[in-house]
């Protein structure tokens, strides 16, 4: 057993607005081992407002992925122009520039795409991910478009982004090997930005994996630490869950 989930309390909270950075289609297997079929799945990204500062947690996909002006683009990824992290921010008026802090859940190319957008942001990334994910291990990582030479800071374990509590980070491994999540407190709430150690509500309800796992095991801990979290109240927010993000607004601070 571990130990429940205890983060300080938050003094102001924090506002999150979501954003679409384009749309997937997957093996539906990709998310839910032995299943039949494809899943089309939304690639997201939110702004994270809190009095020190505006942040991003995860930035989408890099502008190599986007529809081009002549009609091509990449097959099964379907991301038009104005779908980037940085036109998405410019729609609801915040300047790219003025984003402070960068958290990464992961560095896929899903997650970590738009870094080069927020040019005065410092990443936050768990210290096993940078490792892995510069070891050239896994294909599913592309250093140029993550590691945009802002200032990196490699933290390890939980991390209180605004010493405040409102916005704190934890290891979440499985998918990856330094895979993080964040807990926000909000004026309504605990909201937990899962990211891809819980890709559908599925996951958490029936207790599934994906077809392929960095580490299984972790996984399955990382799933049942959540879970924990939903039984105390938080809302948990999929990482590509179309259903679920259907019913989340877009474009406006909702929490
Ligand atoms: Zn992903």
């Not at 997201?44 to 502008?63: N, R």
Request: charged share 20%.
């Amino acid at each position: 057993m571990t130990a429940p989930v205890v983060f300080p309390p938050a003094a102001d909270g924090a506002r999150l607005t979501a954003f679409t950075c384009g749309w997937l289609t997957l093996p539906l297997a990709f998310f839910l081992d032995g299943e039949a079929g494809s899943i089309r799945a939304p690639v997201c990204a939110f702004l994270i407002e809190h009095p020190k500062g505006l942040c991003l947690f995860d930035t989408g996909l890099g502008v190599r992925f986007q529809r081009r002006v002549d009609g091509s683009g990449v097959p099964d990824f379907h991301f038009e122009q104005g779908e980037d992290i940085g036109a998405r921010l410019r729609s609801v008026g915040v300047d790219p520039a003025a984003i402070r802090f960068i958290i990464n859940s992961h560095l896929h190319i899903d997650h970590a795409g738009g870094n080069s957008f927020l040019p005065n942001a410092s990443i936050i990334i768990q210290e096993p991910e940078w490792e892995y994910a510069l070891s050239g291990a896994d294909r599913a990582y592309r250093a140029k478009e993550f590691d945009t030479g802002q200032p990196v800071i490699r933290v390890r374990g939980e991390h209180d982004l605004h010493g405040d509590g409102a916005v704190m980070l934890f290891p979440t491994p499985g998918h990856t090997p330094g895979h993080q999540s964040a807990r926000v407190r909000t004026a309504h709430g605990d909201i937990i930005l899962a990211a891809d150690c819980c890709n559908l509500r599925r996951w958490l309800d029936e207790m599934r994996l994906p077809d392929h796992a960095h580490n299984a095991a972790a996984y399955l801990a990382t799933l049942r630490r959540l879970s924990r979290m939903r039984g105390e109240g938080a809302r948990i927010f999929f990482g590509h869950d179309p259903d679920f993000w259907a019913g989340v607004p877009q474009h406006t601070a909702f929490a």
